[in-house]
T-cell receptor, first 111, second 112 residues
Framework: SQELEQSPQSLIVQEGKNLTINCTSSKTLYGLYWYKQKYGEGLIFLMMLQKGGEEKSHEKITAKLDEKKQQSSLHITASQPSHAGIYLC???????????FGEGTQLTVNP | GAGVSQSPSNKVTEKGKDVELRCDPISGHTALYWYRQSLGQGLEFLIY????????KSGLPSDRFSAERTGGSVSTLTIQRTQQEDSAVYLCASSPDRYGYTFGSGTRLTVV
């Protein structure tokens, strides 16, 4: 089965700093999703990447999928306290039937 | 509705009792998923429904867990004889096809 490893597990940054979260797969990714979760809330869809080398941005968040489609990175520029939460990457298995998720990265942004 | 709706949002139950968790997917979405998120852990796949096909139940942790989807829409996840290790947030997601998952806010289950 596909396994996703996220790093770091937790991250504490000062407001205004840039940061990167990585998601590495043991197999080729057929669709990579980034979600954000705040405590007590559901998952919020951020972005989905499919093609090797693809890059997408939304506000101050940019996600990339490498050419080999086995690693994705999520980059936040000029972080704000509103960016705090758990960031999860999810990927489709070869069957295309369900997402497998990483363990998540807990982000804290100190004002 | 506009999004995936789950109810109840919170449920506290006594050990040994049965519970039912409900998921209303987005209208027209043929795929429906249940995931579980235990404290400090990632998301764990439970079950997947796609149209009229037989559900993929490979993630259900024990035979105390079951789920059904009536009329291709609403789904109910049932946990019988609840145990403390069942305490978690249960998340439902729906999708119109292979892509575009939308998650509900989840049901926080606490077994005491």
């Amino acid at each position: 089965s596909q396994e996703l490893e996220q790093s770091p597990q937790s991250l504490i940054v000062q407001e205004g700093k840039n940061l990167t979260i990585n998601c590495t797969s043991s197999k080729t990714l057929y669709g990579l999703y980034w979600y954000k979760q705040k405590y007590g809330e559901g998952l919020i869809f951020l972005m989905m990447l499919q093609k090797g080398g693809e890059e997408k941005s939304h506000e101050k968040i940019t996600a990339k999928l490498d050419e080999k489609k086995q690693q994705s990175s999520l980059h936040i520029t000029a972080s704000q306290p509103s960016h705090a939460g758990i960031y999860l990457c999810g990927a489709e298995g070869t069957s295309g039937s369900r997402l497998t998720f990483g363990e998540g990265t807990q982000l804290t942004v100190n004002p | 509705g506009a999004g995936v709706s789950q109810s109840p949002s919170n449920k506290v139950t006594e050990k040994g009792k049965d519970v039912e968790l409900r998921c209303d997917p987005i209208s027209g979405h043929t795929a429906l998923y249940w995931y579980r998120q235990s404290l400090g852990q990632g998301l764990e796949f439970l079950i997947y429904f796609q149209g009229n096909s037989a559900p993929d139940k490979s993630g259900l942790p024990s035979d105390r867990f079951s789920a059904e989807r009536t009329g291709g829409s609403v789904s109910t996840l049932t946990i019988q004889r609840t145990q403390q290790e069942d305490s978690a947030v249960y998340l439902c997601a729906s999708s119109p096809d292979r892509y575009g998952y939308t998650f509900g806010s989840g049901t926080r289950l606490t077994v005491v």
